[in-house]
């Protein structure tokens, strides 16, 4: 307990020092940045000879690499170039063949422990509706979703190519909420929505918002784009939504599901998919419109290197372990 | 009656759910839309249970003096703090600016959120101690893995420009074409799979065949 | 309110990271808030949207009487916590479990069983079978190849019915390699998630607390 207490004191303390005393912001210069690649490079090849010598480092030092993966790119000027995949364009393609004035239902299936993949996804598909004046209806299947959504609009808005265009509630876009029931919700939206959402986010009655008024259902629908981060999402849209009542629809899934949506796509039931944060960079870079997708892309690449480097630390051990065994016997 | 009228609902309403696919007409399209109500009804209410199971478990643990009681006491707290908040609010309870919508920034979000991230240091310790080519299928996970990996960031065509890789071999061409195709055949081979299963076992529950559902006695 | 908000937050992200470190009292006095804050979360949210605006609206203002149904469910379903009587709970959980096994039957047949055999078995040579032979790029014809045989010895792999040997046990092989490479595939996927959900909370910690990051 004593030990733990100082251990909070000295967090409390690092804490009050970033805050008060560091001079912000910080920001490594090319130099610095390829120094501290270098460094990371060599504390790496000592992990790997430590390793093939027998001695495994503990899984604090592993999860330390991970956090120096992680944050010390944010303060490296280092660019990458992000390549488009074909899913990706496709989502796009998909967005910008619609008119002027079309409606893109937009339903939001997720939490905020995906929102760090799910959220820039979101920022910028506001961001190409309303710059393509698209009429969007926002609705959600996990009571979170609309509220991420939320988040999502109000970032929008403080670009100022977003917030020049008086994008208005009720006649360009709305937020029709959250329903329990799942694939219920999207089986009873296929004959009426205003059914399942008899009143919008705010409490607001369906028949009071112009935009809605005269959406029955899906055939109302021009194009529809989901962000998916488990169930009910993407494969209970595809099912009832896409096969039964015909919707063209693309998506946004976290990666850890998005490999399961290829077979999906590869079938036409999808048009388009952005798989994990490496899809919300493709989109933003599709788009033009950069955001926290491709800031954050140096960091995924380091944090992917890294684990490519404890891989290979750890086989690398594994061989030459065995080599030693056969060697003995 | 504790066992026959739950199997014959099951029965009756899985058949309906089954009919009302080919006839989307009434009355089967009016049943259609009640039984989703009172569906989203039941879902709401058996998500209460798990809220009120969860306090009355609590409170358990508290008037007993179990072990880390004074954790069940802070989760009653917190419990009571955002439902007070939230009915107190009315129904614009997540309008920007209420304490409902505070709450979910600044303490749900950062809890909910850092509780999975953790999950990234365990995967890469985990990729250090176990992921082992130890035989050839091994090594095909593992070469899947390292090429995906790779090719869905940046760096993995940057490190490959290094050496002059032609385009149509370069780490996100490799994993676009192990995307569609090979991971395409296997996703979808478990996908049939799995539906295979799942039309099979609610056929079985509707049959009255599958009964564990309805638990013991 | 915004600066304490912050502070607050960065409290508590802290408080779950120190699980790194070890099991503490401070980790689990964040989780016990976690678990106490989602599950009101849940509670009042379904109250307002569900309960409120579909149920009570629903019969005040909109008239719709059949939602008696549902709620006298739903109160059913609640009396699972008084154990003398919890076994009426069981009438609702019967409704929910045949509806949902009706639903998927359909669902999962059409979706999953139809439309990826369907999908799968298209011209390997030509982009669609109206198409004349080998119009197809050889890139997408060996694509084809490997999901056609990959899918088809993917489920011989999953029939166990019989024993995997000679010729079965080659397609089962071939199937096997499949699924491992798209294991692989989903691993290197998952790394990619989990990094980026770490990425988002330090974004937060040296970004939006400590504003450190440009």
């Known amino acids: 307990m004593k030990r733990d207490m100082l251990i909070y004191s000295a967090i409390l303390i690092i804490a009050l020092l970033l805050y008060f005393a560091v001079p912000k912001p910080i920001a490594f210069s ?16 000592y992990i790997f000879i430590r390793t093939i010598q027998g001695k495994y480092v503990g899984r604090r030092i592993v999860f330390l690499f991970v956090g120096i993966a992680v944050v010390l790119p944010f303060f490296m000027t280092v660019t990458q170039p992000i390549r488009l995949s074909p899913e990706v364009k496709m989502v796009y393609d998909a967005i910008m063949k619609l008119k002027p004035g079309s409606k893109v239902l937009a339903s939001f299936d997720y939490d905020p422990p995906s929102a760090p993949e799910l959220q820039p996804m979101a920022e910028t598909f506001f961001r190409l509706c309303i710059e393509r004046d698209l009429k969007v209806i926002i609705m959600g299947l996990w009571p979170q979703g609309p509220q991420q959504a ?44 205003k059914s399942m959402f008899p009143n919008d986010y705010y409490g607001t009655p369906y028949d009071s918002l112009p935009l809605v008024r005269n959406v029955k259902n899906f055939s109302n629908i021009d194009y529809s784009f989901n962000l998916s981060a488990g169930y009910p999402g993407t494969v209970e849209w595809v099912q009832v939504a896409v096969d039964r009542y015909g919707l063209q629809m693309g998506t946004g899934n976290t990666a850890v599901q998005a490999t399961s949506m290829y077979p999906y796509l590869r079938a036409g039931q999808l048009i388009g998919l952005l798989g994990g944060l490496n899809g919300a960079a493709e989109f933003e870079k599709a788009c033009n419109k950069l955001g926290k997708g491709t800031k954050f892309m140096v960091s995924q690449s380091f944090s992917h290197v890294i684990v490519i480097a404890f891989i290979i630390i750890g086989n690398a051990a594994f061989f030459l372990g065995e080599k030693k065994k056969r060697e003995k016997e | 009656m504790r066992r026959e009228i739950p199997l014959i609902i099951t029965a009756v309403v899985g058949i309906f759910f089954v009919l009302q696919y080919f006839i989307p007409h009434p009355p089967f399209n009016q049943l259609n839309g009640w039984f989703s109500d009172w569906f989203s009804i039941i879902g709401a209410c058996a998500i209460w249970l798990g809220a009120l199971n969860l306090i009355r478990i609590s409170a358990d643990k508290i008037y007993r003096r179990r072990e880390d009681w004074g ?6 707290i917190s419990f009571l703090l955002i439902t007070i908040i939230g009915f107190w609010e009315g129904n614009a309870f997540r309008d920007s600016g209420t304490g409902f919508d505070w709450l ?12 999975f991230a953790l999950l990234a240091f365990f995967v890469a310790s985990a990729s250090y101690r176990a992921f082992r080519a130890r035989n050839l299928e091994a090594t095909l996970l593992l070469l899947a893995a390292f090429f995906v990996m790779l090719g869905r960031v940046p760096v993995g065509d940057a490190l490959a420009g290094i050496f002059h890789v032609p385009e149509s071999i370069l780490p996100s061409s490799i994993a676009t074409w192990i995307m569609n195709f090979i991971n395409t055949a296997g996703q979808r081979a478990i996908l049939i799979g799995i539906a295979l299963g799942i039309v099979s076992t609610s056929l079985r529950i509707i049959l009255g065949i599958e009964r564990s559902y309805l638990g013991g006695e | 309110m915004q600066i304490f908000g912050l502070w607050v937050a960065a409290f508590f992200t802290l408080g779950i990271i120190s699980f790194l470190y070890k099991d503490n009292p401070w980790y689990k006095v964040c989780e016990s808030i976690f678990v106490g804050i989602s599950a009101g979360y849940w509670f009042v949210t379904l109250f307002w949207d569900n309960i409120y605006s579909l149920f009570y609206l629903g019969v005040a203002e909109r008239g719709n009487y059949s939602l008696y149904v549902g709620a006298v469910l ?26 949902t096994a009706g639903l998927y039957i359909i669902n999962y047949f059409a979706s999953n069983i139809m439309v990826q055999v369907e999908n799968t078995l298209t011209p390997l040579f030509a982009d669609a079978f109206n198409q004349p032979t080998f119009s197809a790029s050889v890139y997408n014809s060996i694509g084809n190849i490997v999901v056609a045989v990959g899918t088809f010895t993917g489920l011989v792999y999953f029939f166990f019915s019989k024993e995997h040997k000679g010729f079965m046990g080659g397609m089962a092989k071939i199937g096997i390699w499949t699924i491992m490479i798209t294991f692989g595939a989903s691993f290197g996927y998952t790394v990619m998630s989990r990094m980026s959900l770490l990425i988002g909370r330090m974004d937060f910690i040296f970004g939006d607390w400590l504003q450190l990051i440009k």
């Open chain 2, 71 to 76: 954790y069940a006491i802070i989760i009653i």
């Open chain 3, 74 to 99: 739903g109160l059913m379903m609640l009396l699972r916590l008084i154990p003398q009587i919890g076994w009426i709970s069981r009438w609702p959980l019967a409704f929910v479990v045949g509806a």
């Open chain 1, 30 to 45: 090319p130099t610095v940045s390829y120094i501290v690649i270098v460094l990371i490079a060599v504390a790496l090849i």
């Open chain 2, 104 to 115: 979910y920034r600044f303490i749900y979000t950062p809890l909910s959120a850092t509780m």
């Open chain 1, 150 to 193: 939320e988040m999502a609009l109000r970032k929008t808005m403080t670009f100022p190519e977003a917030a020049s265009k008086n994008y208005k509630y009720g006649v360009d876009y709305v937020n029709l909420g959250f329903q329990t029931g799942n694939e219920f919700v999207i089986q009873r939206m296929g004959s009426d929505f």
